[in-house]
């Protein structure tokens, strides 16, 4: 059975810090695409960050600079360190895994996703 569960969130204020973690099991982990999805209330979900199996790194342009993606393939444990956090990242925040050849991520669609967490809520107040 697989499971993706998320901690670390929280409420801070603008231009605090908070530190994701999410715990994966039931599956392959280091051979996954993972990464991090946040969906604020009336807005689609986006994808946030994602890291392939080989540690190779992406981001959404309102976050680079300021967050940080990284992956323990041995404790099957994804990272989302977010640094000088804005109100505009108030949302919750899913952990998943993409299923592709060589662990590779392939896809932004969020449909193409395979595993999800139940989330985990950051709030940013000014």
């Known amino acids: 059975q697989v499971q993706l569960v998320e901690s670390g969130g929280g409420s801070v204020q603008a231009g605090g810090s908070l530190r994701l973690s999410c715990e994966a099991s039931?599956?392959?982990?280091?051979?996954?695409?993972m990464g991090w999805w946040r969906q604020a209330p009336g807005k689609e979900r986006e994808g946030v960050a994602f890291?392939?199996?080989?540690?190779?790194?992406s981001y959404t342009d309102s976050v680079k600079g300021r967050f940080t993606i990284s992956r323990d393939n041995a404790k099957n444990t994804l990272f989302l360190q977010m640094n000088g956090l804005e109100p505009g990242d108030t949302a919750m925040y899913y952990c998943?895994?993409?299923?592709?050849?060589?662990?590779?991520?392939?896809?932004?669609?969020?449909?193409?996703?395979?595993?999800w967490g139940q989330g985990t809520q950051v709030a940013v107040s000014s």
């Open positions: 890291i392939d199996s080989d540690g190779r790194r």
């Open positions: 039931g599956y392959t982990y280091n051979t996954y695409c």
């Open positions: 998943a895994a993409l299923r592709s050849d060589g662990g590779y991520c392939t896809s932004n669609n969020d449909e193409d996703w395979h595993y």
